[in-house]
């Protein structure tokens, strides 16, 4: 995962969209595809914000990065994990693996599928903001970890975090 925002812009600029807000998900993460998902929906739940992201990726990420370098991700499951087994920081590398499949495979594909996630996933303390009908079960698809549509941690950058303001002050003048 990578937190720079280059990078995310990438991982969403890569992300296929649908069709339509209510289509499946098929580039998003699956629970078997996390090593601990437990581990997975705990950073979920716990890192609310960018920076505690941050802190978290230059804990385990790094090390999943170096491992990817090596190699240690190429081949069959059961093949990746052999090798992983062998590595003194196996957890941390594993855990790296895990925060960056929720990033990209859950959190981006949920923040890309709502035009208005400024307010309404971001900015609903309070629960006053009604789900949008299409927007708000696409998110729920993706969101594996809660099956919710308004608690997703604000990972945004600083950048999207102003375009998302921009975007949601345009919308409420056009009302």
Known sequence: MAVSAGVLLIAMLCLPFSSTAHAACNKCAKQSEFFDFAYAKKTWT???????????WARVGTQYEAAQKKGVFDGTREEVLARIEQLPNAKEVMQGHDLDLAYNGVWVPA??????RAYGSFNNAAGNVAPKSLTCSATIKRNIFTHNCFDLPDWRTDELV????????GIQRTK
Request: glycine share 4%; net charge negative; no cysteine.
């Open 46 to 56: 716990d890192l609310q914000t960018r920076d505690q992201l941050e802190a978290e």
């Open 111 to 116: 923040v890309e599928i709502q035009p208005g």
């Open 162 to 169: 102003a375009a998302d303001t921009k975007k949601f002050q």
